[in-house]
């Protein structure tokens, strides 16, 4: 039977705070993150508990600055912090009585795949990588979902006036990261997950995006981590999920074991909807049982 630990580890000097799956004997465990911005409770304990369910120990956890975390400013969307947060969350899940600490591995959804396959460069303690509805841009990519050239410029320079009158006034510019109203907001559309109270627009969700962290968003290649990817690596995605043709380009850089699953669903349906999660879940599980 799954128990659940609340925990909580040391970043930087920070206080993060994330959930523990345990499937209830000692096991190999991953780290879970979710969406940009997102909070554990988002969609990150969704996958935990479906791993720990099938045996491989998950950690949920908050980013520095994030949900029940410590950290300032707050909400700030920063690849290099969150992988950072990660690897400690990879020294965390070591040392745990109920985990054994050379099997761990990463899953990530959605934006956390760039994050999970940037700690699995960077960290070797991740043995196994499994990406979920990955969201994997480059500069071309980021050209084409953000209004081309000019409006990932305009987006740039708004993210460095933020951060100048940060540095100067300790202010944060923060815009929506969803609205259909809203033509400032990240995502300027109607989205259900984030906007919907039974779904992702929750309390512990506060739908704000720091507008100073456009340059490191968008400035971040995560195509290019591909052929220093180590680890055994498997995505599950599909075509009406998001960019697709990151998903193909990442995974044609992979050197190494890799397996990609493809179906069906919307970008959003592998959030909180079935079949897709337990599918993507189960996949992962059996990913991870084998390579761990």
């Not at 968003?217 to 599950?236: E, F, H, K, M, Q």
């Not at 493809?262 to 959030?271: A, I, M, V």
Request: aromatic share 10%.
């Amino acid at each position: 039977m799954t128990i659940v630990e609340r925990v909580v580890f040391d970043s930087a000097g920070e206080k993060l705070t994330g959930n523990l799956y345990l499937p209830g004997f000692r096991a190999p465990a991953v780290v879970v993150a979710g969406t940009w911005t997102s909070v554990k409770e988002l969609m990150a304990d969704r996958y935990a508990r479906r791993l720990a369910d099938r045996g491989i120990a998950a950690l949920s956890f908050d980013f520095t600055g994030f949900g029940e975390s410590t950290g300032e400013p707050r909400d700030v969307e920063d690849p290099a912090g969150k992988i950072k947060d990660i690897r400690d969350a990879l020294t965390f899940l070591s040392g745990h009585p109920e985990v054994m600490g050379d099997r761990l591995g990463a899953l990530g959804v959605c934006a956390a795949a760039m994050y999970m396959a940037g700690a699995a460069v960077e960290d070797p303690r991740v043995r196994s990588l499994a990406l979920v509805a990955p969201w994997l841009h480059d500069a071309a990519i980021c050209e084409e979902a953000y209004g081309g050239a000019e409006g990932v410029a305009a987006r740039t320079e708004a993210g460095h006036q933020a951060r100048a009158r940060f540095e100067a006034t300790g202010e944060v510019e923060y815009v929506p990261v969803v609205s259909g109203t809203d033509p400032r907001a990240a995502m300027p559309m109607e989205i259900d997950f984030y906007l919907d109270p039974e779904r992702g627009g929750i309390p512990q969700w506060p739908n704000r995006f720091a507008v100073m962290a456009w340059p490191g968003w968008l400035g971040y290649d995560s195509i290019a981590l591909a052929p220093r990817v180590s680890a055994p690596t498997i995505i599950v995605h599909s075509e009406q999920a998001a960019i697709p043709e990151g998903t193909r380009r990442f995974y044609a850089g992979l050197p190494g074991h890799k397996a990609l699953v493809w179906t069906e669903g919307t970008q959003f349906d592998f959030y909180d909807r079935e079949p897709n999660v337990t599918m993507s879940a189960a996949a992962a599980a059996a990913h991870f049982r084998e390579t761990l």
